[in-house]
């Protein structure tokens, strides 16, 4: 190469490097050695190097790189690109190590350097810092993944319907013929399998289906769903659809239509909810609300019929059973009164709600239904399906049931005194009727009160058992003076509103009434005015003695003379407080379900492997009580219940062990302090875990209740069993072990049984039971006299239990601790043990480790037990009875024949003496001695044998036949 030549190329180079100095990616020049002559700014950025300390150097030391999938040093390009003389490019992996061991992915090419002679006088590397690039493209990566794992995990069905071809759907658009083309070319094409669940469906028959497959049941409304779709860019639709299989499905989606660039719609993305169990039970909710509804107006319009509160037959008769029938639904209702002189059962009305009529005089001889009287007499009530094949109602047969067509049958005693004296007879013809709980109550209640009405016709009067009536009934009832004030309220009334019976008679009704409602009050007067007779119904709100606000079903009537002149009004309040509550929470939750797309109901959250909650949905919120701040960076085994940390353990390890995890459930811990049962679905997806999970309390409430019910039947039925196969002698240890049994299923600490002794007046303590761990009583009493707690013995006589539930207070005049005679307990529960109107003993429980509310319930469930060991002691005390009966016999008898016995021996013993005082010769000396002898030994062997029968005392037996007074 010439100087000139050597000039020029020098010129270029120096033109060469200004240039690359300018730009805005990484250069570095090498000389053929792979030495550093130059770098530009850019590359003494990335490389930590600056020129003059890299000139000269290594390009490996200076340009240090690396393979990011491996991490191990790659070789450099620059080597190659002299070796070769062609440019070469680097892997995208490759990641560049700085001066300071910072990393950066980069993407790097190099070049020979020619010369003008076509000689290689080194090498130029340009690269430049991609990371950023890199991390943006993971992070989408990310999102599509998380993306795709919310559509799979997800609680609700999620799918995609495309369009064959993008729509316009403007004013400039045919809809009607986009509609015919996408009934058939909008097509599924992507489900998720929640959705296909609820179709019942496998996503190779599902996908590529269209609206006209989905609705070829009903094209018409399917094509009315579509323009509901095109017509709404974001809309919430119900529809009703149908499975695989031909069932209807009612589904409640959210469903969002999708764009191009050109504003065209090219498909659909929706999140669909499967409602139609919702749907049905509302509906079933609905359906027994209004049944309720229904029978509850006609218990108002028997209470409140002017025929039968006169007791005029038979007119009273006719609307009991017009009523019964309509309120009931059913064909034929009769009243039977049950004539055991005559040994008939004789219909004194039955009304035919198919004709309309009434007939009567109809009868059935007693001696033919035995069976049948039995079971009213037993249960009550008898509800059949198959009246004609069920045992219990087939006596009746072809002449009764047959003949009227009777398929069902609910009939309910009507008791006199105890005594079944007839029964009301609901008769249902046409298919088998299974009868509804409600039907059943109904039927119980209106044979209570036709019973209470006929008691009342029987003596001419009808208010001591309206009283009754009134105060066992759970509404509200009341009478009003023509003036609208309140002149008799049931006892009932502080129970539902916290009033006592002084705070409202004399008040004038309005008074009551909430502000709100008194325009609403004032115009159901009016129409009561106009209506007569009729009871109207009306929901009015009131307040609470509290303050809160309640809602109140009213039923009101007007009450004339026999001059029809206005003398009140009667009626009954039924709270509706909760059933309102119920209704407002349904629609909160509708109106929740059209937010769903933005806000799901789910509880989905982020979490690493050590459980840290990465981000959660405002879901979690709302049923933990805590802010989202306050639960995201929060560890979630710091709220697990302590029961379940261990399982929620064992379920995080398999997440770790990369485990998919499907209905697991444990309870969390709430901020009012309470525990929720959370349902989960996880899956761990690469350094986290992603979830999906519901609230299932209230499902877990019924099952443990429902489970707690089953095993209080198992105990009821095992100690009943236990008791009937124990002897007399045995009964301690079988009230001992039962006493065992309620401890531990009812969770109290100690149990005492004390008899009564009548001879000293006196309770014996007779058997005793503690839990494990909790000592006797320090100031245990084995006989308590009953002068030491008079008081408390006459309120247990006359009551079904006493309980105590603060052990520092006093109750009714009489001091507590005296009653328990245990300072340590807490608190206390006593059931008497009687027999009529005999008082057999105490049976107490008592909670030593902390206050306990004794419940209706659990006093309800107890007492059934304590019933059966009373009629167990009255059963013992019966055969123990016999048993000294037969043991006094024995001891007469025996005291009969000793005393003959004894006699005899004696009457020698006097003769002989009296022979020996007269004087006689020694033979006859030691006769009459002899004869002594003998009388003296007959005497101490009947001693003997009397010894061996010491217990037999007739003293004792007067006194054990005397000690507890039985009832014939």
């Known amino acids: 190469?010439?100087?000139?030549?050597?000039?020029?190329?020098?010129?270029?180079?120096?033109?060469?490097?200004?240039?690359?100095?300018?730009?805005?990616?990484?250069?570095?020049?090498?000389?053929?050695?792979?030495?550093?002559?130059?770098?530009?700014?850019?590359?003494?950025?990335?490389?930590?190097?600056?020129?003059?300390?890299?000139?000269?150097?290594?390009?490996?030391?200076?340009?240090?790189?690396?393979?990011?999938?491996?991490?191990?040093?790659?070789?450099?390009?620059?080597f190659e690109t002299i070796e070769k003389v062609q440019s070469i490019d680097l892997s995208n992996d490759t990641v560049l190590i700085s001066k300071d061991g910072q990393e950066r992915k980069i993407t790097d090419s190099c070049a020979p350097v020619i010369d003008a002679g076509g000689d290689i006088r080194g090498a130029v590397c340009v690269f430049r810092d991609i990371t950023d690039r890199k991390r943006s493209e993971q992070e989408l990566k990310d999102r599509?993944?998380?993306?795709?794992?919310?559509?799979?995990?997800?609680?609700?069905?999620?799918?995609?319907?495309?369009?064959?071809?993008?729509?316009?759907?403007?004013?400039?658009?045919?809809?009607?013929?986009?509609?015919?083309?996408?009934?058939?070319?909008?097509?599924?094409?992507?489900?998720?399998?929640?959705?296909?669940?609820?179709?019942?469906?496998?996503?190779?028959?599902?996908?590529?289906?269209?609206?006209?497959?989905?609705?070829?049941?009903?094209?018409?409304?399917?094509?009315?769903?579509?323009?509901?779709?095109?017509?709404?860019?974001?809309?919430?639709?119900?529809?009703?659809?149908?499975?695989?299989?031909?069932?209807?499905?009612?589904?409640?989606g959210n469903y969002v239509n999708l764009y191009d660039d050109q504003g065209r719609i090219t498909g659909h993305f929706g999140v669909q909810r499967d409602i139609t169990t919702a749907k049905r039970l509302a509906q079933k909710q609905k359906d027994i609300k209004k049944r309720e509804r229904r029978q509850k107006d006609a218990l108002a319009q028997i209470t409140t019929d002017k025929y039968i509160a006169k007791g005029q037959l038979p007119a009273a008769l006719y609307r009991i059973t017009e009523i019964v029938a309509q309120a009931i639904d059913v064909t034929r209702v009769g009243i039977w009164y049950l004539d055991k002189e005559k040994g008939e059962l004789k219909s004194l009305d039955c009304y035919d709600s198919s004709s309309g009529s009434h007939s009567k005089d109809s009868i059935i001889q007693i001696s033919d239904i035995p069976r049948y009287l039995e079971s009213i007499r037993e249960e009550g009530i008898l509800a059949v399906k198959n009246a004609s094949t069920d045992p219990l109602t087939s006596e009746l047969g072809k002449d009764y049931l047959n003949s009227l067509g009777i398929t069902s049958m609910l009939d309910a005693g009507i008791h006199f005194q105890g005594e079944l004296a007839g029964i009301l007879c609901l008769e249902h013809v046409g298919e088998p009727r299974v009868w509804h709980p409600q039907d059943k109550s109904f039927a119980n209640i209106a044979s209570s009160i036709v019973t209470q009405i006929l008691i009342n016709i029987r003596r001419n009067t009808i208010t001591n058992r309206y009283r009754q009536l009134i105060e066992q009934s759970p509404t509200i009832i009341f009478n009003l003076s023509s003036e609208r004030k309140v002149t008799f309220v049931s006892p009932v009334l502080k129970e539902v509103t916290g009033f006592e019976f002084n705070d409202i008679i004399g008040r004038d009704f309005e008074s009551i009434i909430y502000k709100e409602d008194l325009a609403k009050a004032e115009a159901l007067f009016k129409e009561l005015d106009s209506a007569k007779s009729i009871p109207i119904s009306r929901d009015l709100r009131i307040v609470h003695r509290d303050g809160t606000i309640l809602w109140l079903r009213t039923v009101l009537a007007v009450q004339h003379d026999e001059n029809n002149i206005l003398t009140g009004y009667t009626g009954n309040s039924l709270d509706i407080t909760a059933q309102n509550k119920i209704l407002l929470e349904l629609e909160e939750t509708k109106e929740e379900l059209e937010t769903y797309f933005n806000s799901s109901l789910d509880l989905l959250s982020i979490t690493d492997f050590n459980g840290k909650f990465l981000r959660i949905n405002p879901a979690w919120e709302k049923v933990l009580g805590y802010s989202i701040d306050k639960l995201e960076g929060q560890n979630y085994m710091d709220f697990v219940h302590p029961d379940d940390i261990e399982a929620t353990k064992d379920a995080k390890s398999r997440l770790a062990d990369n485990e998919v995890v499907n209905n697991f459930e444990n309870r969390y811990l709430c901020k009012d302090g309470s525990f929720r049962w959370i349902e989960w679905r996880a899956k761990p997806v690469g350094e986290m875990v992603y979830s999906v999970a519901r609230d299932i309390?209230?499902?877990?409430?019924?099952?443990?209740?429902?489970?707690?019910?089953?095993?209080?039947?198992?105990?009821?039925?095992?100690?009943?069993?236990?008791?009937?196969?124990?002897?007399?002698?045995?009964?301690?240890?079988?009230?001992?072990?039962?006493?065992?049994?309620?401890?531990?299923?009812?969770?109290?600490?100690?149990?005492?049984?004390?008899?009564?002794?009548?001879?000293?007046?006196?309770?014996?303590?007779?058997?005793?039971?503690?839990?494990?761990?909790?000592e006797a009583r320090k100031s245990l009493q084995t006989t308590i006299p009953v002068s030491n707690n008079p008081i408390f013995i006459?309120?247990?006589?006359?009551?079904?239990?006493?309980?105590?539930?603060?052990?520092?207070?006093?109750?009714?005049?009489?001091?507590?601790?005296?009653?328990?005679?245990?300072?340590?307990?807490k608190s206390?529960?006593?059931?008497?043990?009687?027999?009529?109107?005999?008082?057999?003993?105490?049976?107490?429980?008592?909670?030593?480790?902390?206050?306990?509310?004794?419940?209706?319930?659990?006093?309800?469930?107890?007492?059934?037990?304590?019933?059966?060991?009373?009629?167990?002691?009255?059963?013992?005390?019966?055969?123990?009875?016999?048993?000294?009966?037969?043991?006094?016999?024995?001891?007469?008898?025996?005291?009969?024949?000793?005393?003959?016995?004894?006699?005899?021996?004696?009457?020698?013993?006097?003769?002989?003496?009296?022979?020996?005082?007269?004087?006689?010769?020694?033979?006859?000396?030691?006769?009459?001695?002899?004869?002594?002898?003998?009388?003296?030994?007959?005497?101490?062997?009947?001693?003997?044998?009397?010894?061996?029968?010491?217990?037999?005392?007739?003293?004792?037996?007067?006194?054990?036949?005397?000690?507890?007074?039985?009832?014939?």
């Open 144 to 252: 599509e993944k998380l993306l795709d794992l919310f559509f799979s995990q997800s609680l609700d069905g999620c799918f995609f319907m495309m369009f064959d071809e993008p729509v316009y759907w403007n004013d400039q658009a045919d809809r009607d013929e986009i509609l015919d083309y996408g009934m058939h070319h909008l097509k599924l094409t992507r489900v998720n399998q929640t959705m296909l669940d609820q179709y019942g469906a496998k996503e190779e028959d599902f996908i590529g289906l269209t609206l006209s497959d989905f609705f070829q049941h009903d094209l018409v409304a399917g094509r009315s769903l579509l323009r509901r779709l095109l017509d709404d860019p974001n809309s919430q639709i119900e529809t009703r659809e149908k499975r695989i299989d031909g069932s209807e499905v009612i589904i409640s």
């Open 828 to 968: 206390l529960l006593f059931f008497p043990l009687k027999a009529d109107d005999d008082f057999l003993g105490i049976l107490s429980f008592a909670n030593v480790k902390q206050y306990r509310h004794y419940d209706d319930e659990t006093i309800d469930l107890v007492e059934v037990i304590v019933n059966i060991i009373t009629e167990s002691l009255v059963r013992k005390i019966l055969q123990e009875r016999t048993i000294s009966l037969e043991k006094t016999a024995t001891a007469l008898a025996m005291a009969v024949t000793t005393n003959h016995e004894i006699n005899q021996p004696l009457t020698l013993i006097q003769g002989y003496v009296e022979m020996l005082r007269n004087g006689v010769t020694k033979n006859q000396e030691d006769k009459y001695y002899h004869g002594i002898e003998n009388a003296v030994s007959k005497i101490i062997e009947i001693i003997r044998k009397m010894n061996e029968m010491k217990e037999v005392e007739l003293t004792d037996y007067t006194e054990d036949l005397d000690m507890v007074k039985l009832s014939e």
């Open 1 to 78: 190469m010439s100087i000139t030549d050597g000039k020029i190329y020098e010129h270029s180079f120096e033109v060469l490097k200004a240039t690359l100095k300018s730009i805005g990616d990484g250069v570095i020049t090498t000389d053929l050695d792979g030495r550093v002559t130059d770098l530009n700014k850019v590359a003494e950025d990335l490389t930590g190097w600056a020129a003059n300390e890299a000139k000269h150097k290594d390009i490996r030391e200076v340009f240090k790189i690396v393979d990011s999938t491996t991490g191990q040093q790659t070789d450099n390009p620059i």
């Open 697 to 774: 309390t209230e499902r877990r409430l019924a099952e443990d209740k429902l489970v707690y019910q089953n095993k209080y039947q198992k105990l009821v039925s095992a100690i009943a069993e236990s008791f009937i196969n124990t002897e007399s002698d045995g009964m301690q240890k079988t009230i001992t072990s039962t006493m065992q049994k309620l401890g531990e299923f009812f969770g109290f600490d100690r149990c005492y049984l004390y008899l009564y002794e009548k001879k000293n007046d006196s309770f014996v303590l007779n058997c005793q039971w503690l839990a494990s761990g909790i």
């Open 794 to 825: 006459k309120d247990l006589t006359a009551n079904r239990f006493l309980y105590f539930e603060d052990q520092d207070s006093d109750k009714d005049g009489y001091p507590r601790s005296k009653v328990s005679q245990s300072d340590e307990a």
